[in-house]
């Protein structure tokens, strides 16, 4: 079955991509100052698949955060994203898009800083100041929701980190136990943290409670924070 013109475009560009072309200058964690409300402080984090603020709870996709960022609709962000990262060729003619021919650039390889075709509406970090979503959560839940959200992606880079930097070279090299870790729970991590990250408000404060019910996510941060000691003694 062919992929529709969004799952396309969300499995060519990450939303940290996104956030490079459009100005947002994540740090190497992937926080930028966040758009979407008075930010003095990085509080958003962009991943590959998704983009969460820890102060304002946005939350998205690559298409959801140009949507956001240019008011389009979800067709016309898709349409954007196309042109600016010039991988119009990929584009089945069916979906009829009105795109610009350019060199077409993979996932794999992403779009350099130095290779980026900016567009002359690229707003700058902070550009955009709406105000915060009205809450049906309390102050409570909304701080249960991000530290569930900090503790999960800061175990899931280390993951990421892992499967890249440990994986074996050859066939008769020993698994790094680093390695069969993260091939093992990284899907599990990914889809606990699509739980507290997307959904209703409430849908995401149910999941927050769910893993603070017991002993997982303290451990979780735990080891997290010994490891990150180790690494910088």
Same mark, same amino acid.
């Given at each position: 079955m062919p992929l529709s013109l969004y799952? &396309?475009? %969300?499995?060519?560009i990450t939303v940290r991509q996104v956030g490079e072309m459009y100005g947002?200058? =994540?740090d190497r964690h992937g926080m930028v100052c966040c758009p979407f409300h008075s930010d003095? #402080? =990085?509080?958003? %984090?962009? @991943? #590959? &698949?998704?983009?969460?603020?820890f102060g304002c709870g946005a939350n998205g996709d690559a298409i959801d955060l140009t949507a %956001?960022?240019?008011?389009?609709n979800p067709r016309q962000a898709a349409e954007k994203l196309i042109n600016d990262f010039a991988f119009a060729k990929q584009c089945s003619p069916q979906w009829g898009l009105q795109v610009t021919e350019r060199s077409c650039v993979s996932k794999m390889e992403g779009p350099r800083p130095d290779k980026l075709w900016l567009n002359p509406d %690229? =707003? =700058? +970090? @902070?550009?955009? +100041?709406?105000? !915060?979503p009205k809450r049906g959560l309390t102050d409570e839940q909304w701080a249960d929701i991000a530290y569930c959200l900090r503790v999960l992606t800061d175990y899931l880079d280390l993951l990421h980190d892992w499967r890249e930097c440990y994986k074996p070279t050859s066939p008769e090299e020993p698994? #790094?136990?680093r390695f069969v870790e993260a091939f093992h729970m990284t899907e599990t991590v990914e889809h606990? &943290? #699509?739980?507290?990250?997307?959904? &209703? !408000?409430?849908q995401k404060a149910d999941a927050a409670a769910r893993l603070l019910s017991g002993s997982y996510l303290l451990m979780l941060e735990e080891r997290t924070d010994r490891l990150a000691l180790a690494k910088c003694a």
């Open positions: 799952q &396309t475009v %969300k499995s060519a947002m200058g =994540p003095s #402080d =990085p509080s958003m %984090k962009l @991943n #590959d &698949t998704y983009y969460y603020c %956001k960022l240019f008011d389009l %690229k =707003p =700058p +970090a @902070n550009a955009i +100041a709406l105000p !915060p698994l #790094d136990e606990l &943290t #699509d739980c507290v990250a997307f959904g &209703t !408000p409430q």
